[in-house]
């Protein structure tokens, strides 16, 4: 399969146009997604190719947008808005929540919407701008939850988000857009959810994270290396459904296992992840397992309090050092 | 109870490894007048023995944990009230506090003698270090993690047998498969607990490369290195209960002799204090550990005799201080060593480590004959025969009146053991891990002895002869290897020609 070298922004942009191309079931709206582009310029040239028709530009309203996408997906179109950062999408937490996430249980018609979440911080955008809510969700029954790391998956499981016939959150991490370039597969391709990929191999100790954790995780297993211990990066590529069989594999063989999210710590998603892996896999257990996450705290603004805020690779490689050690 | 003005005396930190301490004898009795720093009781600890001066003045007022018991860090002692305050009076039912009552966050702040921090060569602080602490695992002291207590009761093995590498001497998943993988233990036994110590276990011990027969010295009974000091801040909840001493009896460690069996009629027994089980431990867990083997040589001491005789009396007027053989011979050893690294090196983990200094342990036994204790003379190298000479005399003082500090005994690279005191002449003794060898030097006699005559001609004279062993672990040093090191030590001490 001919791939090409693709930033994420650009992965996730050609992943749509093409499942335009494909699909006239599918459109986009959002805020500023037509003429302008979209903020991040996701949808840059969309209106030109799709027409006014097929990429809407929307009033400032997240509930209008994703209470006109689940109307229309239950006209059986397949939607796929923007909120221009993920932070917005609370303002539409009762469509999504109250009647998209329920609506197939009640009334048996799935609701293929996607939501497109710009979400994480690391450019100092301040509490509005920088969170990720992804917990929130991953918590209603209904919802799917997708936080991809690489190009190569932000496309794929875009193409899979589409398809799915439930509603589908879409965690695109900004600090990844044009940060992280990577080959992208040009034919069209899903990447199936529920399955974790195997960011970094390793025996000694396991790292399960999503988003740009990833990298995070992988600079300090990197350090980890240099010193003798061999850290396993597991990418879980989504949450809602989780690969609950990769993490125990990887930790019944590790036995060490440390769960690392941007997300603030309490109620995160990696407290699910630990206490299942407290449940499942206790004998397999050589040590605690370990969190690592931001603070219970809005996201500072200011430079320096962020990087305090957000993991680093100096905790997370003196956490796993401390693991090691144990 | 508490007038405001009381003190509470709480059993020390006796190092960073140190848990837990046994009172072995109360000077002071309830009642009893105490003065400030004036010493109330005698502790044991697997590291030391040592005293406990009274944290302030006044009256005993009540002893909470008796003699015999063993207790944790922190845990509260004695109480010391005020004098003439209304407490002075012994209950004559003591409050039952059968349970230690818990450390307050920060027991060191108010231990007396808080270990000083020892200015320790980088190579003794890495934090990976092989050695754990001679705190027996098996007792009960130490958590054993879920994955750990699986695979133990899947292949019948005692963790507490097994050398710890995690944090604090922790038996981690990594240490017993490689335990079991090297077929230290067989399947469906329980080894450590039950094998007596010398006997030639056909079923699955490692067989020594030379197995001769277990010494009847155990020299080396180095406490091993502590832990690394550093302390995670986020250490999860301590899985240590708090045990008291009944429970920490019961707990035998490995080692120890199952003691189901009663005893027959004439027979006594008495509890293992802390020394002795650490004692057991290490001989054991250095047999399990090392490849011993041991080689002997011969060496005319005639020069270092003449030596001595001539530094003696001006040793002593001036200094004080005894030049004795031991001295002549650790000094010697100390210069050989640095020609042959590997014998004052360390296997650690898949890695040969290697020094520049050597820290001379020297076996020192106790006044009763029960136990002994080896302390550390660090940077060896840099004295001359005069400062090794008053560095042992030191030592031994202070390990037989209990004022070795825990880090006395720590960071030795290689370990000498005098047996040759009481007239033996032959020994294999055990190495204190994780070194890599052991010097044994015995008695010194005068023996008849071929040398030439001025003329080349074989005469039998009479020469003061000693014999020195190295026993060596087989899995570094080779016998050739040792054997050089040997020669090397006896041209030394046999052309000695200083002072």
């Known amino acids: 399969m001919a791939t090409q070298e693709k930033t994420y922004l650009q992965a996730i942009s050609d992943g749509l146009r093409q499942e335009m ?13 037509g003429v302008y582009g979209g903020a991040f310029k996701v949808t840059q040239g969309f209106q030109e190719e799709f027409g006014a028709s097929r990429v809407l530009d929307m009033p400032l309203s997240e509930t209008a947008i994703v209470a006109g996408a689940t109307g229309a997906a ?10 221009q950062f993920a932070d917005f999408v609370s303002c539409a937490w009762d469509h999504l929540v109250t009647v998209a996430a329920k609506q197939r249980y009640r009334a048996g018609t799935p609701v293929p919407i996607v939501l497109r979440l710009p979400s994480g911080g690391g450019f100092s955008g301040g509490p509005f701008h920088s969170q990720n809510p992804e917990s929130s969700f991953a918590h209603i029954p209904g919802l799917k939850v997708v936080c991809p790391a690489t190009p190569e998956d932000a496309k794929g499981l875009l193409a899979t988000s589409i398809e799915d016939p439930n509603p589908v959150l879409y965690f695109e991490h900004k600090h990844l857009y044009r940060r992280i370039k990577g080959p992208v597969p040009e034919e069209r391709y899903t990447t199936p959810f529920g399955k974790a990929r195997v960011h970094r191999e390793g025996d000694d100790l396991t790292v399960i994270t999503w988003g740009a954790m990833v990298y995070t995780a992988d600079e300090a297993a990197a350090k980890l290396a240099d010193e003798g211990v061999e850290v396993e990066v597991l990418d879980l590529r989504t ?43 206790f004998e397999q257990l050589d040590a605690p397992v370990r969190r690592i996450a931001a603070p219970d705290s809005p996201v500072p603004f200011a430079p320096s309090l962020e990087k305090a805020f957000i993991p680093q690779v100096d905790d997370v490689a003196a956490a796993l050092r401390e693991l090691a050690a144990y | 109870m508490s007038t405001g003005t009381q003190v509470e005396v709480v059993m020390p930190q006796m190092g960073v490894s140190v848990s837990e301490g046994t009172v072995t004898r109360w000077l002071k009795q309830p009642g009893d007048a105490v003065a400030l720093d004036e010493t109330l009781l005698e502790i044991s600890t697997d590291k030391v023995d040592t005293e406990i001066p009274s944290p302030g003045a006044g009256v005993l007022a009540e002893v909470r944990v008796q003699e015999g018991e063993t207790v944790e860090v922190g845990t509260v002692l004695a109480v010391i009230a005020p004098e ?69 009761a899947e292949h019948g093995v005692d963790p507490g047998g097994i050398p710890g590498t995690g944090q604090g001497g922790r038996v981690t998943k990594k240490d017993i498969l490689q335990f079991i993988e090297t077929g230290a233990a067989a399947p469906g036994e329980a080894p450590a607990a039950q094998v007596p110590s010398p006997a030639p276990e056909p079923a699955a011990q490692t067989p020594p ?25 986020a250490r999860p909840a301590p899985a240590q209960p708090a045990v008291a001493a009944p429970v920490a009896q019961g707990l035998a460690p490995a080692s120890q002799v199952p003691d189901e069996q009663p005893l027959a009629t004439g027979e006594s027994a008495e509890p293992m204090n802390a020394m002795r089980r650490g004692i057991a431990e290490h001989m054991r867990r250095s047999l399990d550990t090392s490849a011993h083997v041991t080689s002997a040589i011969e060496v005319d001491m005639s020069r270092v005799v003449a030596t001595r005789d001539r530094l003696k009396k001006e040793y002593q007027s001036s200094y004080g201080v005894n030049p004795t053989y031991l001295a002549f011979v650790t000094k010697a050893a100390v210069e050989t060593l640095k020609d042959w690294p590997w014998v004052n090196g360390e296997i650690r983990g898949e890695k040969i480590v290697t020094r520049p200094y050597v820290n001379v342990g020297v076996a020192v036994s106790l006044e009763d004959g029960k136990g002994l204790i080896v302390p550390v003379i660090k940077n060896a190298q840099d004295l001359n025969l005069l400062g090794v000479a008053r560095s042992i005399a030191d030592i031994a003082e202070r390990a037989r009146t209990k004022k070795l500090m825990p880090d006395d005994v720590q960071g030795g ?23 890599a060898a052991i010097l044994g030097t015995y008695a010194l006699v005068k023996r008849p002895w071929v040398v030439q005559d001025e003329l080349g001609q074989d005469v039998i004279a009479i020469r003061p002869l000693m014999n020195l062993t190295l026993t060596y672990d087989h899995r570094l ?23």
């Not at chain 1, 191309?21 to 997604?33: K, N, P, S």
């Not at chain 1, 239950?74 to 909120?83: D, F, H, I, K, Q």
């Not at chain 2, 934090?127 to 699986?150: C, D, K, L, W, Y």
């Open chain 2, 413 to 435: 690279t290689f370990t000498i053991t005098n047996p040759g005191g009481y007239g033996t002449f032959h020994g294999t003794p055990i190495i204190s891990q994780p070194q």
């Open chain 1, 21 to 33: 191309r494909r699909d006239q079931r599918v459109f986009c709206l959002g805020e500023d997604v």
């Open chain 1, 239 to 281: 949450l809602i459904p989780w690969d609950r069989e990769a993490v125990l594999e990887s930790v019944a063989r590790c036995s060490k296992a440390l769960v690392l999210h941007e997300d603030t710590k309490t109620g995160g998603f990696g407290a699910e992840i630990a206490a299942t892996i407290a449940e499942e896999a």
């Open chain 2, 209 to 233: 490369a030379a197995p001769g027969p277990v010494d009847e010295v155990p020299a080396a009974v180095a406490p091993p290195e502590t832990a690394p000091p550093q302390e995670p801040e």
């Open chain 2, 84 to 152: 003439g305050s209304a407490v002075a009076e012994p209950k004559p039912e003591p409050e039952p506090s059968p349970e230690p009552t818990p450390a307050p966050a920060a027991p060191a702040a108010a231990a007396p003698q808080p270990p000083p921090v020892e200015a320790m060569p980088a190579a003794t602080r890495l934090p990976p270090s092989p050695s754990p602490q001679a705190e027996p695992a098996g007792n009960g002291r130490t958590f054993i993690s879920p994955v750990v207590a699986r695979i133990a």
């Open chain 2, 477 to 499: 040093v080779d016998g050739a290897y040792a054997g050089s090191f040997l020669r090397d030590l006896k041209t030394r001490l046999e052309g000695w020609d200083e002072g």
């Open chain 1, 74 to 83: 239950l006209m059986g179109m397949r939607p796929v808005a923007e909120m």
